[in-house]
């Protein structure tokens, strides 16, 4: 993939996020308006257990992410992904079934229905990790599009029409869409590389050879996973379902950020497959960095819409404002050092240092607790463990050196952003925070505003062209 590539596939991407942005928006704020606290508590625990489902298929997936990595499509030939498709179906069909009966016996509805899932999630997440490794991202974009267009279509029906109030209907409807969407998705890929029709076929082997590739992948992905949900299960654990509710409402709200994010983090993993010089990795870095102070402004318009729209959740301000500042950390650790780490093969290095952070995260978590008994204190858990991770990965890549001004930069960002969140209202700190953006980047990063300013004069030349 050349830079121009790389740059498509962002574009297709964030084409896509924007249309699922307002699917989200309205998901996001529906819930929350029009049901009640015990009934979107249960809908956020159900979201809670099904991030965990990815662990069920035991690193097959990431597997296959690895190994069809950086190829394309059309080099793949259509028995291998059939195989590949059919053995993963017959396997996660095995452990849906044990999850079922497990979460049957535990008597957790919420539970039950998320094992129910487990099938056709892993399977969907199959589909987007073929093809975010194959660099096929309008399809890739395509998928999420569905997803969160038809969960939101079910969301306003159960609203709008049904009127109801009954988390277990919301529950059926994702679980059948899941499915709706596995057979829709099978049948396209079918269609496109000219499979035999449906027949179930398992292979051993590549069960072993994806499972034992891309165990340590998982098993970080896992540890990414519980660390950027473990909060909500201290929150859940320790303080009930109320503040549970108001602090997965803040999360989902953090979850906007994907937006932007996504077409990113997507990207640079099928590219830095193809390219590793270390003078593009460390320019691409400082634009993920100027990128990530700015994409966190997005908690001011969500401050506003509390202020105005959602009084019931204004206590959850504070904890959105930390979870966003924790996004400046993260999103230069997802989209540079996890996809560096997953293109030079060193899943172990990944793995390690995530072990350490999941650890430092726990006792962050019971320190601050310990320190403050309020929702807020896990939040403060999640920045500082954000900030310590990013530290770590800086370890493994000491070819890519910082200098002070991007710590400066990365530090000051964080402080003003915080300042301007808690001590004014939303549309003052916005344009306060803007403007000291704007004065430290030409400060610190020269060159990234000019990479920009050039890239803008040659869309808006493109477009008079037109």
């Not at 740059?7 to 896509?16: F, H, Y």
């Not at 793949?76 to 849906?96: A, V």
């Not at 890239?455 to 008079?464: D, E, T, V």
Request: aromatic share 18%; hydrophobic share 55%; net charge positive.
């Amino acid at each position: 993939m050349s830079i121009n590539g790389l740059k498509r596939g962002m574009l297709q991407i964030l084409i896509a996020n924007i249309l699922n942005m307002f699917f989200s928006i309205g998901t996001n704020f529906l819930l929350p308006k029009f049901l009640s606290i015990e009934s979107y508590s249960q809908i956020k625990t159900f979201q809670l257990y099904i991030t965990y489902a990815a662990v069920l298929h035991f690193g097959y997936n990431d597997g296959m992410y690895l190994k069809f990595g950086g190829k394309s499509i059309e080099a793949i030939p259509s028995e291998e992904i059939q195989t590949s498709i059919s053995t993963l179906r017959i396997f996660q069909f095995f452990i849906t079934v044990c999850t079922t009966v497990f979460a049957f016996f535990v008597r957790d509805k919420a539970l039950w229905m998320a094992a129910m899932a487990t099938l056709p999630l892993n399977l969907i997440a199959y589909f987007k990790n073929f093809y975010q490794a194959t660099g096929e991202f309008k399809k890739y974009s395509r998928i999420m599009n569905m997803t969160t267009g038809l969960t939101f279509l079910i969301n306003l029906c159960l609203i709008a029409v049904v009127r109801t109030d009954n988390y277990l209907l919301y529950l059926i409807g994702y679980v059948v869409l899941d499915f709706a969407l596995c057979f829709i998705l099978e049948y396209s890929l079918r269609k496109a590389k000219h499979f035999s029709s449906f027949r179930l076929r398992f292979s051993w082997k590549e069960l072993k050879d994806n499972i034992s590739s891309g165990i340590l992948l998982l098993l970080g992905n896992f540890s990414s996973q519980l660390l950027t949900s473990m909060d909500r299960w201290f929150v859940k654990i320790l303080l009930g379902s109320f503040s549970f509710a108001q602090y997965a409402f803040a999360v989902s709200m953090e979850n906007f950020l994907n937006v932007a994010i996504t077409p990113i983090s997507v990207t640079m993993y099928n590219y830095f497959c193809r390219h590793d010089a270390v003078d593009d990795i460390a320019r691409i870095r400082e634009w993920i960095i100027a990128f990530a102070s700015v994409i966190i402004m997005a908690a001011f318009p969500v401050k506003f819409i509390l202020e105005i729209f959602l009084t019931q959740y204004l206590d959850s301000i504070n904890i959105i404002f930390l979870l966003f500042a924790a996004q400046a950390f993260y999103v230069i650790i997802k989209s540079v050092y996890v996809n560096l780490y997953k293109a030079r093969k060193i899943q172990s290095k990944y793995f390690s240092k995530l072990c350490i952070i999941v650890v430092v995260a726990f006792v962050f978590n019971v320190v601050c607790y310990g320190i403050y008994h309020v929702k807020e204190s896990f939040a403060v858990g999640t920045l500082l463990s954000s900030i310590v991770w990013f530290f770590l990965c800086n370890m493994d890549f000491k070819e890519i050196p910082y200098s002070p001004r991007h710590y400066v930069y990365i530090f000051a960002e964080v402080i003003v952003f915080l300042f301007c969140g808690a001590f004014f209202p939303a549309i003052t700190g916005c344009l306060i925070y803007a403007a000291a953006t704007l004065v430290m980047m030409v400060l610190f990063l020269p060159k990234s505003v000019n990479a920009f300013w050039a890239a803008g004069k040659s869309i808006l030349s493109k477009y008079k062209r037109l």
